[in-house]
């Protein structure tokens, strides 16, 4: 412990009595792609682990589309769809219909001419083509993910007029999450707000049986807003002595709009970690158990009687003392795919940076950083080994081509025998067809 807290200069854990562990619960919101996990829940979980705290990583975005494409969910969804038919038509008898009622009326109407249980039973069969050798037959893909989309059409309905849609992630519930005011107002919207009923359905029966004290949300993206601050919201409602923390790059971005909506930091989460939350979470935690002063975790923001505060230090992490990324407990098996695939992050920030469109560099303080090549291959190999898994995603913001061309070599030469992806920048220094060679003997 000592050593961590050494790493980021903030002193040492009081030395009157021991170490107090926690349970805390890491959970990951829709929308993302259903192919593998993201990143943020193991390394968050592998820093915590090492401290010794229990830790319940989910992530409920596979876990929606799982439960999308089932009889159960479908079924259920039928039963909604025909308690609003049932209500628009009285209203009808009334004349009391407005005009969306009357739009919402037309597509419940057309809606219940699908046969449900056939729907499931495809859906489910759908999922069975993915997850196996079926996925590499490209006719029977193509009808699994129209299956899919076709589930879907179905589901959107029930939350008229919001328009559901599998990967990619394109739903719109009709508000504007970039919008703080629309985004406050969708957590509430029990019509046209799914992730109300994900929520309920899959992550607070997950927080009743865990009994976490600390329930942290990794909200990556502007997609994943509504979803997130759905579960945290709720979250907050059923159990309030849990203190909800959030963190993730489009959570710095927005650092300067929480403070100004006196509800967020009241109703709907106690804290935000900006920038990188390893070690910032690990203080966090710290500080609840009141082994340090809360005025000193960096990348922190929180409530107090005074209002917002927002700490000054900001800690980045030095990325050759973090433990290997900690999957354990994902649902590796549960992806839209017939193998696993892991992602794995061997630099943080860009080391280009000069993109005037991309805004995704403000999620980090200090830009480019990065590991040496063998670490990448060693820590590869032991993520290889430990969850037996032959295909990854090197989810770097841009490869940078120097270490493409020492990785691509150490594959080879230590054959490593895994196949990889990755999104590169083409220089001028990859024009040689024999980088490209190397780089496919290597599985890129």
Not at 336 to 362: E, N, S
Request: charged share 25%.
């Amino acid at each position: 412990m000592s050593e961590l807290l050494q790493i980021g200069g903030l002193g040492s854990v009081p030395k009157n009595g021991a170490k107090k562990t926690s349970k805390i619960m890491l959970l990951f919101p829709p929308e993302w792609v259903p192919t593998a996990p993201y990143l943020a829940l193991p390394s968050l979980t592998a820093v915590l682990r090492e401290a010794g705290h229990h830790v319940v990583q989910r992530d409920i975005n596979i876990e929606m589309y799982d439960h999308f494409f089932t009889t159960e969910f479908l079924v259920w969804i039928r039963a909604r769809q025909t308690m609003q038919l049932r209500s628009l038509q009285m209203k009808e008898k009334r004349g009391e219909l407005t005009e969306q009622e009357a739009g919402q009326l037309a597509v419940l109407e057309q809606v219940m001419t699908v046969d449900v249980f056939d729907l499931a039973a495809r859906a489910e069969d759908a999922k069975r083509v993915v997850r196996g050798q079926k996925f590499y037959e490209a006719n029977k893909l193509e009808v699994a993910l129209n299956t899919f989309r076709e589930a879907m059409q179905f589901i959107s309905p029930a939350y008229y007029p919001a328009s559901l849609v599998f990967y990619p992630m394109e739903s719109n519930l009709g508000y504007r999450p970039g919008v703080s005011k629309e985004l406050l107002a969708c957590l509430d919207d029990e019509q046209v707000n799914v992730y109300r009923d994900i929520c309920n359905q899959l992550v607070l029966p997950a927080v009743a049986k865990e009994k976490p004290e600390v329930v942290g949300l990794s909200i990556g993206t502007q997609m994943q807003l509504i979803a997130g601050l759905t579960f945290c919201k709720m979250i907050k409602e059923t159990f309030p002595n849990v203190h909800v923390v959030i963190g993730g790059n489009v959570v710095t971005r927005l650092q300067e709009e929480w403070p100004q909506h006196e509800r967020f930091f009241s109703e709907i989460f106690d804290s935000a970690i900006l920038y990188e939350g390893e070690h910032a979470l690990l203080w966090l935690i710290e500080a609840l158990n009141g082994q340090r002063e809360m005025a000193t975790v960096p990348n922190l923001m929180y409530r107090t009687a005074d209002g917002v505060q927002q700490n000054k230090e900001i800690h980045t992490e030095k990325m050759t003392e973090l433990p290997l990324p900690d999957f354990d407990g994902f649902p590796l098996d549960h992806y839209f795919v017939p193998g696993r695939i892991i992602p794995y992050l061997a630099t943080r920030g860009c080391y280009w940076g000069r993109c005037t469109f991309c805004d995704h560099g403000q999620g980090y303080f200090d830009q480019y950083r990065g590991m040496t090549a063998q670490h990448v291959v060693d820590q590869v190999k032991a993520l290889r080994d430990k969850y037996q898994c032959r295909h990854f995603l090197f989810s770097d913001e841009s490869y940078p081509p120097a270490l493409f061309k020492k990785v691509s070599q150490l594959l080879v030469d230590q054959e490593v025998g895994i196949k990889w992806t990755t999104l590169i920048r083409f220089e001028e220094t990859l024009q040689d067809q024999a980088i490209w060679d190397l780089a496919a003997k290597a599985g890129c």
